[in-house]
């Protein structure tokens, strides 16, 4: 028990990997500036693996009831060659998409689905034709030791699939993240950044004002910025029209020379002079 949970662990904490790597890479910032911790990353897996893992479920189930109207039939050659075909040709199309001969004009996963899948409704079908052989061969009193090698090797390609078609979803779903949060900066918290010396912070929508009181602790003072994530005792902010390419993110170490304000709203007073 402890090894499966050590196990899902694991693995949600790769998909909470996959998907900010995705997320930060988008404003061109590396998880190592940000110091996620194991619970962040276990965090933001959860909606990378909940949906395929419910989806999957739901697949299974569908299976399983359609594998038992199946099995009452006596066709085995009518209903696995078919699925053989099938399979094939969606394995086929996801490998000649892997080679780049086939290029999909989308974000979302479909090569790693299309090998998946393909994979699994071709093994489905191999087994259907090979129910006839494995008949005989029992009323012959022999054991098929080399399909048991296949069906791991078959079991083994459909887990090495599945582990890249939720990691592929989990790297999807964290550019859909970024491109909305790029898309509704305004509603991230504002923030006021008040420091003892000139941070140099440009960026479309930014504003830096000196104070002009000498005896003031904080001698500038920034706005236009808004929050994007805090770690590792590091503020990241961006400008309040960022945009990609164009304006910088801003990295701002936590110490005692600033002082950050936040207001959640989308109008944030102004510094004073």
């Given at each position: 028990m402890a090894g499966l949970t050590g196990l899902v662990g694991a693995l949600l904490f790769y998909f909470g990997w996959a998907r900010a790597a995705s997320t930060f890479s988008y404003f061109g910032i590396e998880l190592d500036v940000l110091d996620l911790s194991f619970r962040d990353y276990v965090l933001r897996s959860v909606g990378s693996a909940y949906w395929p893992a419910a989806m999957a479920l739901v697949v299974v189930l569908f299976g399983l009831v359609v594998h038992q109207v199946l099995r009452q039939q006596q066709k085995s050659l009518v209903?696995?060659?078919?699925?053989?075909?099938?399979?094939?040709?969606?394995?086929?199309?996801?490998?000649?998409?892997?080679?780049?001969?086939?290029?999909?004009?989308?974000?979302?996963?479909?090569?790693?689905?299309?090998?998946?899948?393909?994979?699994?409704?071709?093994?489905?079908?191999?087994?259907?034709?090979?129910?006839?052989?494995d008949e005989r061969t029992a009323v012959g009193g022999g054991g098929p030791s080399a399909q048991g090698v296949v069906r791991a090797m078959v079991t083994m390609l459909i887990l090495v699939l599945g582990f890249w078609t939720v990691s592929s979803y989990a790297s999807y779903r964290g550019m859909q993240v970024a491109q909305d949060l790029a898309a509704n900066l305004q509603g991230r918290p504002a923030v006021m950044l008040l420091s003892s010396k000139d941070l140099h912070i440009t960026g479309a929508g930014t504003l830096g004002v000196e104070i002009s009181d000498d005896s003031a602790q904080y001698r500038y003072c920034y706005t236009g910025l808004r929050l994007l994530i805090r770690s590792g005792g590091r503020y990241i902010l961006a400008p309040e029209e960022w945009r990609r390419g164009r304006d910088p993110v801003i990295v701002v170490p936590d110490s005692s020379g600033v002082r950050f304000d936040f207001y959640k709203s989308r109008t944030v007073p102004r510094c004073a002079p």
């Open positions: 209903i696995g060659l078919p699925l053989l075909v099938l399979g094939a040709i969606a394995v086929a199309v996801g490998a000649a998409a892997v080679a780049g001969i086939v290029i999909f004009r989308t974000a979302w996963p479909v090569v790693p689905v299309l090998l998946l899948s393909g994979s699994i409704v071709a093994a489905y079908g191999g087994w259907w034709l090979s129910r006839r052989s």
